[in-house]
């Protein structure tokens, strides 16, 4: 079956470093997303990876390693406002989205 | 970039009423958009991808008789859940795929229904 791991919960620290993590064991790859979600309110997207690497955009960052079935969203200077839920999604061979149960980052002052 | 609306935000219905959900990409045409549910503290799943003038592809366990699903235009998609019961009582969101380089979901803003 296809499946993807990303830790429950995380507790770090306003103005810290968080690295969340996700495995994936999917039927091909064709990308994988992470996303942000608020409590209450739809997911907002933060970045794409297909290719091995780390793709940086501001605070946020995004690494892959397809030949680990590996991916994690580093999050640097952490704001209060980051406290929110991060879902990591593979796309599989048939286009199809598989979700992750998400990460719920808890920011502390 | 791209936006999808939803609407309503908010809904509270009587127990076997039915509610329509609306769902639009604003500016730009989405022959494909997907319906998800989250329930409390849990993940997205999702139940049906909606296709422009077809049959909606519907998740297994998903019924597709209480679930409606119909995408007549390219920038509308709407889910009616039919008979409404409190087990029913959800978050629905609803997205789009741009189909720009990456490939990128659009999310409309939810809909939280409650069945009294």
């Known amino acids: 079956g296809q499946n993807i791991d990303q830790p429950t919960e995380m507790t770090a620290t306003e103005g810290a470093i968080v690295q969340i993590n996700c495995t994936y064991q999917?039927?091909?790859?064709?990308?994988l997303f992470w996303y942000q979600q608020h409590a209450g309110e739809a997911p907002t997207f933060l970045s794409y990876?297909?290719l091995d690497g780390l793709e940086e955009k501001g605070r946020f960052s995004s690494f892959l390693s397809r030949s680990k079935g590996y991916s994690y969203l580093l999050l640097k200077e952490l704001q209060m406002k980051d406290s929110a839920s991060y879902l990591c999604?593979?796309?599989?061979?048939?286009?199809?989205?598989?979700w992750g149960a998400g990460t719920k980052l808890i920011i502390k002052p | 970039g791209a936006v999808v609306s939803q609407h309503p935000s908010w809904v509270i219905c009587k127990s076997g009423t039915s509610v329509k959900i609306e769902c639009r990409s604003l500016?730009?045409?989405?022959?494909?958009m997907f319906w998800y549910r989250q329930f409390p503290k849990q993940s997205l799943m999702l139940m049906a991808t909606?296709?422009?003038?077809?049959?909606?592809?519907?998740e297994q366990g998903v019924e597709k008789d209480k679930f409606l699903i119909n995408h007549a235009s390219l920038t509308l998609s709407t889910l009616t859940v039919t008979s409404a019961h409190p087990e029913d009582s959800s978050f629905y969101i609803c997205?789009?795929?741009?189909?720009?380089?990456?490939?990128?979901?659009?999310f409309g803003e939810g809909s939280r229904l409650t069945v009294l």
């Open positions: 909606s296709n422009e003038g077809s049959k909606a592809t519907y």
């Open positions: 999917t039927s091909g790859f064709n990308g």
């Open positions: 500016d730009f045409q989405a022959t494909t």
């Open positions: 999604a593979v796309v599989d061979s048939n286009y199809q989205l598989i």
């Open positions: 990876n297909v």
């Open positions: 997205s789009a795929n741009w189909g720009g380089d990456t490939g990128e979901l659009f």
